[in-house]
Structures are given as structure tokens and as C-alpha cells.
């Protein structure tokens, strides 16, 4: 995922193996990116964006179950979630599902999928089921400086205190939550695009930090990424189909 991630483990449990824990969520993030990358030649998202505008293609059950979740949350959203990105069309007219051979199909050639927009959710979400096998496990994992798991507290507190680098230094206490952090603060105006509104498929910026607190962190990223571009006068209809635990936006 070409994103740094940062694990802060500790128990009171004397048997716990910490080296081995950390080589599992390794392990498993490895997995991930060979399932929902769209560069790696060797991955299956890969070969779905390769053939699926030709023929229909058998996928593994974790990318059928995420790319059926990506249609419903497409809706949630009212379209601001778009995994199909390239296309300013409704992601459910782009895919073509036959549950019965677990195969997908693209509506056209044009049609490109890409994970980007909630691969670190996935991916936390994965770590936070190896920490669940760990007795009375505390951890704090950031990936890409961006998106955020806690489980228990800090060892010298009760909770895992957070401070955003925002305006107003706006701190948070997390225990237990997942944190997802969308902004763009442009200072140099020659600084090159890269976040796309779905409704036009156009590369745009906005002067505005979301940060979103959640207990799943794939919901988080999504609804991080949704709030960023959608319009103002959109975002209760779509908060009102999450549930959200804190919601920070900030002009910037």
C-alpha cells in the first residue's frame, strides 16, 4: 500500500510474544495488498481491472464480500464513495454479479476499480481480529499517518491520547475507536491534484480536514473520503446512515 505503519503493542499478559504478533499483521497486510492492489501485476484486483471489461472473472470471497459492501456504501454515500472512480457513473451499473459462480463483470472496457479510498480500512480491520486473538492486548496502529486503530489504553492512562495537526491543535482520547483523517491544505498552488470527485471523474482540492471517529475502520475510511467531497448540503443525509462517534470538519 506504499504507506508506513506504526504499532505500539503492550499486555500485562507475561506470555505474550510481541515479535509475533507484529510478524502476523505484517503477514496480513501482505495478503491484503495481493487481493485489492490495482498495480501489482500478481495481485487480484489486478487481474480483475485486466479482464473483467472482456469476460467475467471468479473472485476470492474477500473481494466479492468488499466489492458487493463498495455498491451498498456507494449508496450510503450518494455516490461519493466510488471505488470505480474513472467513471462518473453509478458504481452499480458499472459491475455485473453472478452470485452463483462468485464471478464479476465490468459494463465496459473503460471501467477501472480501485481501493484506494479504503485499502487501510480493510487493512486495520484484518489487524484488529489478530489483536482480539491476544488476551488483554493494547495496541495503538497508525497507517499512512492517516488512519487510525486503538485497542485498550495507553499504559500510563486510560485511554490513547491523539493530537491532529490542525489550527487549533484539537485533541482526541481513543480507546477502542478507529480514527480516519481526509484533508488536503494546498500551499503551494502548483501542487498536483489527486483527489477525484466521483460525480465528474475531475482531479479537485478542498481547503477541508475531516477527521472521522468510528468503532469500524473501514466504514471510517469511507465516510472520511465521502465527506471530503461531497457537498456541505449532502452531509447529514449521508452521516445519517453511519454511526458516528465524533466527527471534526475544519476549513482550512
Not at 74 to 89: D, E, P, R, V, W
Not at 116 to 135: D, N, P, S, T
Not at 232 to 248: A, C, D, P, T, W
Request: glycine share 6%; hydrophobic share 40%; charged share 25%.
Amino acid at each position: 500500500m506504499n504507506s508506513r505503519l506504526d504499532v505500539v503493542l503492550w499486555s500485562r499478559n507475561a506470555n505474550v510474544h510481541f515479535s509475533s504478533v507484529f510478524a502476523k499483521m505484517v503477514r496480513k497486510v501482505e495478503e491484503i495488498e495481493l487481493i485489492y492492489s490495482k498495480f501489482d501485476e500478481r495481485a487480484e484486483l489486478y487481474h480483475l481491472n485486466k479482464n473483467a471489461g472482456k469476460t467475467s472473472v471468479e473472485v476470492s470471497a474477500s473481494l466479492w464480500s468488499m466489492l458487493k459492501k463498495s455498491v451498498e456504501y456507494h449508496l450510503k454515500t450518494k455516490g461519493y464513495f466510488n471505488i470505480g472512480y474513472t467513471s462518473a457513473q453509478s458504481l452499480d451499473s458499472q459491475l455485473i454479479f453472478d452470485d452463483d459462480g462468485q464471478r464479476v463483470a465490468f459494463t465496459s472496457e473503460r471501467v477501472e476499480l480501485d481501493f484506494g479510498g479504503v485499502g487501510k480500512g480493510i487493512a486495520l480491520k484484518e489487524l484488529a481480529a489478530i489483536i482480539a486473538q491476544e488476551e488483554k492486548m493494547n495496541a495503538f496502529i497508525c497507517f499512512g499517518g492517516s488512519s487510525v486503530l486503538t485497542r485498550g489504553h495507553h499504559p500510563y492512562g486510560d485511554y490513547w491520547p491523539l493530537a491532529l495537526e490542525d489550527d487549533v491543535q484539537t485533541t482526541l482520547d481513543l480507546r477502542n475507536d478507529a480514527l480516519s483523517i481526509s484533508g488536503l491544505h494546498r500551499h503551494n498552488v502548483s501542487e498536483p491534484m489527486h483527489v477525484v470527485e466521483p460525480q465528474t471523474g475531475e482531479l479537485k482540492h478542498r481547503q477541508l480536514l475531516v477527521a472521522v471517529k468510528m468503532d469500524c475502520p473501514v466504514e471510517a475510511e469511507i465516510l472520511s473520503t465521502a465527506l471530503l467531497v461531497a457537498p456541505q448540503e449532502y452531509h447529514r443525509s449521508i452521516l445519517n446512515n453511519f454511526n458516528v462517534n465524533k466527527l471534526i470538519l475544519q476549513s482550512l
